[in-house]
């Protein structure tokens, strides 16, 4: 019902208004006719990710939707970008979803063009049943079967302002089932990780940015997604927080499959799992860092290379799981979802 299709949604804020009547205005061209900043999709079988989990229980259910676009502005380091994301569920209104998300991560893709990496979310837990007709009767509550996404982006240095097409994609549905006597696993996905330290001269700034793709063993509890806290170290420096989060999505992973079965084996972890009928999940992480420093100060003296550890948390039985390592810092960029830095690989 309407109730449902608006839970986990807001109310437009004063800034979507505003930016809304600003993109509706116009947008940023160039001489050559470019519109900036540029919007292009991820591609959507790595990047657009959307689903139903519950713990097979009958109770509540966790609805999400995770949706990485990339932002071409005039120049790749801005820090002024902004924007909103506009939401529609199985072809109804559209509206206003949560704050887009900035993911540390800078690219290029084939033609050149440097790209901030960002996505756009949904998260809502639907109750189980709704009470309908006079008599209060319980029924079961329908679940979306649909998402479409479109963005609207505004780079606030510059007054560039361009609207991404929109994007749909089918609700998957999963069910959790808790881990077995196992400990907790972590991983990192390197192919979409990416560490970069960039100057630009003109904008006078340099910007450091380090994104972590991370899975670890799903909560059996879909309602409480896992915790994660992460800390960061460039060359031989001190340590630092960063930021580390739930990636609004669970996917197949082997991990999951051999903490369904209890078993490192993963070609017998995936037979246990297929034969009890349940799809291995892992929770999908991030860690990051953004860093803007001043040109005058840092160019010239830019890291070379960062250490990472992060760490999980299940607070449904407390199990936790940690991941360290170090990796180059690339000073150009590279592809999205290729060897970010080839020729620093293994510096």
Known sequence: GRQEVLRGMRRPSVLTVALAASVAAGKGSAEDGTVYPIL????????????????????ATRSYMHAVF???????????????ALLQLDQGEWMPGPPLMFERHLTRDPDGVGFQMWNAYYQALQPPTVRTGGGGALTQNPLPREICVKVQMVDLSTGDRNTLEPACAPFATHELRARADAPMRAEISPEYSAATALCSEKLGLCRVNVHLVLWSTASADPLDPLRASAAFRFDSGDWHEGVAMYEQHFDPRPAAAADVAGSDDADVAEGVAERVGVQPLSHAMQADWDQVLSYRSAAGHLPKRVCYKVRFLDPRDMGSAELHGCMAVCHTLHAFAEPYCPEAQGS
């Open 70 to 84: 990339k932002v071409g502005p005039r120049d790749v380091l801005s820090p002024n970008i902004t924007g909103f």
């Open 40 to 59: 292009r999709w991820a591609p959507p079988e790595i990047s657009f990710f959307a689903g139903h989990v519950d713990d097979g229980a009958g109770g």
